[in-house]
């Protein structure tokens, strides 16, 4: 069974970068048709998708936020992370990380969340 927990401050000051972490477990992050994604909800919206790393290493983010926008890991800790810079009050959401595996097409496992406010 995978599980994912994400971490990382629940606050976050105005052009400040938010850096969130998820740490998954009971499966590897490099393991084959396992894209790792960062996905967001803000208050009263819908999800919006934020970008993945692939098995590879390869990163691809959504266009809008991209210019902001940077995922790595750390295959040593099975974790990836997800950093958003020069953020705004619009960036407040409960931010997300799932697997999509591209052999189901699917998002098959999803960490609980966790809520990133924007705010001084």
């Known amino acids: 069974q995978v599980q994912l927990q994400e971490s990382g401050p629940g606050l976050v000051k105005p052009s400040q970068t938010l850096s969130l972490t998820c740490t998954v477990s009971g499966g590897s992050i490099t393991a084959d048709y396992s894209y790792w994604t960062w996905i967001r909800q803000p208050p009263g919206k819908g999800l919006e998708w934020i970008g993945y790393?692939?098995?590879?290493?390869?990163?691809y983010s959504s266009p809008s936020l991209k210019s902001r926008t940077s995922i790595s890991r750390d295959t040593s800790k099975n974790q990836f992370s997800l950093q958003l810079s020069s953020v705004t009050p619009e960036d407040t959401a409960r931010y997300y990380c799932a697997r999509w595996y591209s052999s189901y097409e699917a998002y098959d496992y999803w960490g609980q969340g966790t809520q990133v406010t924007v705010s001084s």
């Open positions: 790393i692939a098995p590879s290493g390869s990163t």
